[in-house]
């Protein structure tokens, strides 16, 4: 049913992490699937304004600081750190989501929900935009 497995993490929300990356292992041992970890950094050259304050490297250093972290991350909270792929976008997280879930022909998106006090009325943004938007089916899991 599933083969390919996209989990979309958050590096500043680790915790929100946990349980999604848990349904991910579950899914992908049941039907012999690959998980691939997809974390989006923010593009800062996006806005002129906003490049204008940084060194002109300060883009690739952040990608290469959220590779190493990303990578940590993988290796602490996965159960098999070594099946899991590891990628890194650069813009919108929903947009990013989308594109990487399209490109690859992923099966699955399993994503964490928000934990905020409007988190049983409300999705997260992003998440909902991807529940909406996406071309396979998408799991969203509560904390």
Do not use: W
Request: hydrophobic letters at 45%.
């Amino acid at each position: 049913m599933f083969k390919k497995i996209l989990v979309p993490l958050d590096i500043e929300e680790r915790s929100l992490n946990a349980r999604a990356i848990t349904v991910a292992e579950d899914l992908a041992a049941q039907y012999g699937a690959t998980i691939t970890a997809l974390s989006v950094i923010p593009d800062i050259n996006d806005n002129p304004l906003v490049a204008s304050y940084f060194p002109d490297d300060a883009g690739k250093k952040a990608y290469e600081s959220a590779c190493a972290d990303f990578q940590k991350i993988i290796e602490h909270q996965f159960a098999r750190p070594g099946e899991v792929r590891c990628a890194i976008a650069v813009g919108s997280a929903r947009k990013e989501i989308l594109k990487y879930a399209e490109e690859k022909g992923i099966d699955l998106i399993v994503m964490p929900a928000r934990k905020n006090d409007i988190s049983k009325l409300l999705l997260g943004s992003n998440t909902r935009y991807v529940a909406e938007n996406a071309p396979c089916s998408v799991l969203v899991v509560r904390p």
